[in-house]
């Protein structure tokens, strides 16, 4: 397939999982010269961000005509439909692909809530929402382990899967899906392997 060769911009901060979902995604469609990354701290909330994202939130991707997309899953939408090839979202099996999808941003989203609020919340252990959010985690994984099967070729709901996982192990590593669900972490492992994720996996120490 011949492309046009596009410059964007995407911002992203290295242990984001939702910038990290984009980041995949960009690897897994050969997206690096279509595709610049732009290094930020959203919590600084620098003006290059801000002016691409008013809500100062990574990912946001800036296209070439200044025109700003932000979300991880709307920006997901844009580069499937204008870089059809590899399809990560394969119409014969678009549910299956929007449910492991689904459960994975959620999974990424409730992450995220509950390190936000051990980190900046007053007496995070007493927060109901937290607990609220602790108890459905381990609700979703088993349903999660249930669902996914060895690929060749990973979907965007396996790959949404695979750095919602990571993140648990990144961030949360008192929550151990992984005694409880060994099977799901042969696959995220597996998985895990990809040089895309590989490549995208957050720093350490």
Request: glycine residues 4%; aromatic residues 6%.
């Amino acid at each position: 397939m011949i492309r046009a060769h596009i410059a964007m911009q995407l911002f992203v901060s290295p242990t984001s999982p939702f910038a990290r979902l984009v980041r995949v995604i960009r690897l897994e469609k050969a997206l690096t010269d279509e595709i610049a990354i732009e290094w930020v701290d959203p919590w600084a909330s620098p003006d290059p961000l801000t002016r691409a994202n008013p809500y100062s939130q990574v990912p946001a991707l800036k296209l070439a005509d200044g025109t700003t997309i932000v979300d991880s899953l709307v920006i997901a939408s844009f580069l499937e439909s204008r870089f059809p090839e590899p399809a990560l979202m394969p119409p014969a099996t678009a549910a299956a692909v929007h449910h492991k999808l689904g459960l994975g941003k959620v999974l990424i989203d409730a992450a995220v809530d509950l390190v936000v609020t051990k980190r900046f919340r007053h007496q995070p252990d007493s927060d109901p929402v937290a607990a609220r959010r602790w108890v459905a985690i381990e609700r979703a994984v088993p349903v999660i382990a249930d669902g996914v099967t060895p690929v060749e070729q990973p979907d965007l709901g396996d790959l949404a899967l695979a750095v919602a996982l990571a993140y648990l192990d990144f961030r949360l590593p008192d929550i151990e899906w992984r005694v409880t669900q060994p099977g799901l972490a042969r696959w995220a492992d597996d998985l895990g392997q990809r040089p895309a994720l590989a490549e995208t996996r957050p720093p350490t120490g």
